[in-house]
């Protein structure tokens, strides 16, 4: 049997879930690996003595102590619990994997926690809602989600089945895990963001990186913003090459693949090296034509395909835009360069295309300008060419290699 280091976490509300949570531990030791028990009920006269970790123990990490997190409101408990938890995993430093069983709330209360951890550990959550919209469960983690088909309450002929295959598939990610998995990259690992109509610049830079970097491109959908800076956050990351920022327009505009107001603030936090630059800031996403909201109907249209209709940014808009980009950038002390390809924003906004507005993009190069500090980190540079084009990634590549010593 081979040996591994660290416990696979089991954590659940025992009031009411005990008998499936140490159905599934007993599975999990029986293949040699260790087991930690967490037991995470809000209910302080119906706490389980046989879990490795009590539910006080959790709660007493809740800033304003345990007594906030056994108030009595329900909704309030598992929201202090919740932080709880995070905090206390957190702070643990043998966390091989974690597995979680709930419903509703259960997977309320459980899932932060799994998304403060680190990617890479295995992450199983085993709920009444993953047959539904799981993207505020997961946020930017590599959290598993498994419907447990009937509800997480007590042992049945199918519950059996189900849990067996989660704690088969969790201690399956532990024994297999390689010790020597990030070893085998031995390149320094640098973000991209792409969108389709900034794919020819993003596969120029790949190219030319790839042979000294692992090169790891982020879909610029919201979701793949917040990935990207998740692993900032995380420091896995030599460098950033933020050029497919378009995530900011559906943020201030409503579009439907927004970041939120902490885009960029991973960067401002970790110092992390990134070259940035305004790809697909001339428009902003929604679905299809009926989804638009009505105050847009009468702006310019440009229908991608039949799921995704994209509008063309205005004056005023980039004005915002800019403003509120140079605010954040600001505030990033580390080494950041911003460049703006002047010809154009995206495959779209260049000359005889269909989002083709110089004074559009005059308007964010502007509201840019007038109000990024510039210093010997924080530098502004305009560049004349396309952003899709050869030299515009010339350019980018001669930036970015300024931090090669970084």
């Known amino acids: 049997m081979k040996q591994h280091q660290g416990y696979i976490y089991i954590a659940s509300t025992l009031d009411t879930k005990s008998d499936e949570l140490f159905y599934v531990c007993d599975l999990i030791k029986a293949t040699g690996l260790s087991v930690r028990t967490v037991d995470l009920t809000t209910q302080p006269k119906q706490l389980n003595r046989n879990a490795n970790i009590s539910a006080?123990?959790?709660?007493?990490?809740?800033?304003?102590?345990?007594?906030?997190?056994f108030c009595g409101d329900r909704?309030?408990?598992?929201?202090?619990?919740?932080?709880a938890f995070s905090l206390y995993l957190a702070a643990q430093t043998d966390v091989a994997a974690i597995l979680g069983l709930g419903g509703s709330g259960g997977t309320a209360l459980i899932t932060p926690a799994m998304q403060a951890l680190p990617v890479g550990i295995p992450k199983l959550m085993v709920s009444t809602m993953a047959s539904g919209d799981i993207s505020g469960y997961i946020g930017a983690s590599d959290i598993s989600m498994m419907y447990s088909v009937t509800d997480v309450s007590g042992l049945n002929i199918i519950s059996r089945k189900v849990l067996k295959n989660a704690a088969n598939q969790i201690a399956?990610?532990?024994?297999?895990?390689?010790?020597?998995?990030?070893?085998?990259?031995?390149?320094?690992?640098?973000?991209?963001t792409m969108f389709g109509v900034t794919t020819p610049c993003v596969q120029q830079l790949t190219e030319r990186l790839e042979s000294?970097?692992?090169?790891?491109?982020?879909?610029?959908?919201?979701?793949?913003g917040k990935a990207m800076?998740?692993?900032?956050?995380?420091?896995?990351?030599?460098s950033v090459l933020d050029i497919t920022t378009t995530e900011v327009c559906d943020y201030l505009f409503n579009g439907v693949l927004a970041c939120?107001?902490?885009?960029?603030?991973?960067?401002?936090?970790t110092e992390t090296p990134c070259v940035l630059s305004c790809g697909a800031l001339d428009m902003v996403n929604f679905g299809r034509p009926s989804t638009v909201p009505e105050q847009y109907r009468d702006r310019l249209f440009y229908h991608h395909n039949a799921q995704v209709t994209l509008m063309r940014t205005t004056k005023e808009e980039n004005q915002i835009m800019g403003r509120w980009i140079a605010d954040k950038l600001n505030r990033c002390e580390g080494e950041v360069r911003f460049i703006v390809p002047t010809a154009g924003f995206s495959a779209l906004d260049i000359e005889g295309g269909q989002f083709w507005d110089p004074e559009a993009d005059q308007a964010f190069i502007d509201a840019l300008t007038e109000n990024i500090i510039t210093t010997e980190k924080r530098k502004l540079i305009l560049s004349p060419y396309h952003i899709?084009?050869?030299?515009?990634?010339?350019?980018?590549?001669?930036?970015?290699?300024?931090?090669?010593?970084?």
């Open 56 to 69: 006080q123990t959790i709660a007493e990490y809740y800033p304003d102590g345990a007594k906030a997190v």
């Open 75 to 83: 909704g309030k408990a598992i929201e202090a619990m919740s932080q």
């Open 172 to 192: 399956g990610a532990v024994y297999f895990h390689r010790e020597d998995d990030t070893d085998e990259i031995l390149k320094p690992a640098i973000a991209l």
């Open 212 to 224: 000294q970097y692992d090169c790891l491109v982020f879909h610029a959908t919201g979701s793949g």
């Open 229 to 238: 800076e998740k692993l900032i956050d995380s420091r896995l990351l030599h």
């Open 260 to 269: 939120d107001e902490d885009r960029f603030g991973a960067i401002a936090r």
């Open 388 to 406: 899709n084009s050869m030299e515009f990634c010339e350019q980018v590549i001669d930036l970015h290699s300024e931090f090669e010593c970084s």
